[in-house]
């Protein structure tokens, strides 16, 4: 992993979280690389690598991430064949 992942990760989730509405807005997307799934792909591979200690705590706040993102998402059924990456890239992020 790159230096700050973990930090550059968690920023992109807390920047998209403070954006208004019920609903993420699909066009806030950032570009390949950058959207907040890959972000959450970030925090997978570090929890990975981590102690059990640091492991534990970033799990506590990947939790909470993945309550409100699913909060702010909708199912996408046509994504279904993405859930083998993770299931945030069985969501999609507007009605």
Do not use: C, K
Not at 16 to 45: H, M, T
């Amino acid at each position: 992993m790159r230096p700050n992942a973990v930090a550059d990760a968690l920023s992109r989730f807390e920047w998209a979280f403070r954006q208004p509405g019920r609903y993420l807005n699909a066009s806030e997307a950032w570009s390949p690389g950058l959207e907040v799934e890959d972000a959450r792909d970030e925090l997978e591979r570090a929890m990975l690598h981590l102690p059990p200690g640091a492991r534990r705590d970033l799990g506590r706040l990947v939790t909470r991430i993945d309550e409100e993102f699913e909060r702010r998402t909708l199912p996408e059924p046509d994504y279904v064949e993405f859930e083998m990456f993770g299931w945030w890239w069985t969501r999609m992020r507007e009605r």
